[in-house]
């Protein structure tokens, strides 16, 4: 039991939530790794989300809401981290989940996509019937009606080249990620420096908003969005925040 | 297979090592994660021994050196990473080795025991029949002939609480954590920010030129020792590389 007095309590809490999922076959080892990484950054963020998140969180709605054929995939952190939220989204926005592994097995496939339709999701793909080219390891595998045909990808929680060969086989990509340095980050179309925790309840209030509103409104956001910006928007943060603690360690 | 071409080869090998002591029952669930924060603070140092790590190690060798009762406290991450070149500075110091654990089983105390000892490790205490107050977790049960009765302790990948408690039992510590920013980093008397699997091979080359040092020398490097400014340091260079890698993304 972890006192909620200790002050990184709610990290702490996703951890366990995280290690939890691991002993169900959900979430691999490698992915606690990958969450690590992410706990780092978020901490030089300061563990809120910032207004260069807000405005991400905005476009990516706007662009899934403009999609022909949006897709939302699911890796075993997203889908151990927030898989309530993310199937509420999924229902709110009536775009489908897929499951898309790095290491992908059956079992695991269908660990997850029993794990997502308990926590409420409507359409989840995961027949893996079709092979994206240029992708290595199991990523490549994905389903005809999903990723495969998709003008626009939501991959939350992303890692390595994934982004850019999605990019080259023409695909709008969304990513969350913490560090506004990664590849994934800079190759992404919208990125959105948050916490998962943070970000998709973030944008189901968006959807609630936004979803009723013209064309031309959601054109106008995209219009306005400049990726770039919000990334060294996110790197001047955290140059602040480094700044500032750096300061306080010195007094 | 990784690809020796992959930009981040020598980082994948790094994981690689720790996914297999996690299968063999060395490293933890939360090592992994721990892991993956230290990796992200790499990250942003450039992953290389900078000088003030350099700085750092050499006064740790020296206080270790000059010690009355030192122990090198080893925990899974630390066993996974760098068991031989921990074995051979414990030889080369004849500083023994202390299994403690944060998640403490005694069958993964045993696996850790005999990965040392098959690593060539000579003095390996991991009796924990003593207590040491204040402290949480299974960390507190400690060896009597090790922690419990130290003056100088190196913990290197301590999290948390050890090192403030480690403190007020009036022993000296020295830690390697890649985040200057912790509360470990902040409460040691030598903070090292380097990769342990950096880190320990230099201090095994420093040993060799220093053991054979004047005590006055050794008192000389420790008196010019100033702790908070290698943090500073460190904290700097972070800065650093991240107003750089944010020009070359704007331009």
Redesign the interface.
């Known amino acids: 039991m972890i006192p909620p007095t200790h002050p990184r309590y709610q990290s702490l809490l996703i951890?366990e939530r995280?290690?939890n999922c691991?002993n169900r076959g959900i979430t691999s080892?490698?992915g606690?790794?990958?969450?690590?990484?992410?706990?780092?950054?978020d901490?030089l963020l300061g563990e809120v989300s910032h207004p260069f998140a807000l405005e991400a969180e905005k476009a990516a709605v706007c662009l899934l809401i403009l999609a022909d054929h949006p897709i939302i995939s699911v890796n075993g952190n997203c889908a151990a981290l927030v898989s309530e939220d993310i199937a509420k989204l999924s229902n709110l926005l009536d775009i489908p989940l897929e499951v898309n592994l790095f290491h992908r097995t059956d079992a695991r496939v269908e660990k997850i996509e029993n794990h997502l339709k308990n926590s409420g999701a409507g359409r989840i793909y995961a027949r893996g019937d079709a092979i994206l080219e240029d992708l290595d390891h199991d990523r490549r595998v994905v389903d005809s009606r999903g990723i495969y045909r998709a003008d626009v990808v939501f991959v939350p929680l992303e890692d390595g080249d994934r982004c850019e060969v999605l990019k080259i086989h023409g695909k709008k990509v969304i990513t969350v990620d913490l560090?506004p340095?990664s590849r994934t980050a800079?190759a992404a179309d919208i990125t959105i420096v948050d916490n998962i925790v943070r970000a998709i309840p973030n944008m189901i209030k968006m959807v609630n908003e936004l979803k009723t509103a013209d064309k031309s409104e959601l054109d106008g956001v995209l219009a306005r969005y400049d990726n770039?910006r919000v990334?060294?928007y996110a790197?001047?943060t955290?140059?602040e925040n480094?700044?500032r603690?750096?300061r306080e360690?010195?007094e």
């Open positions: 951890r995280l290690v691991v080892y490698h606690l790794i990958a969450h690590g990484r992410g706990e780092a950054f901490y560090n340095l800079r770039r990334l060294s790197l001047e955290i140059n480094l700044n603690i750096s360690l010195l």
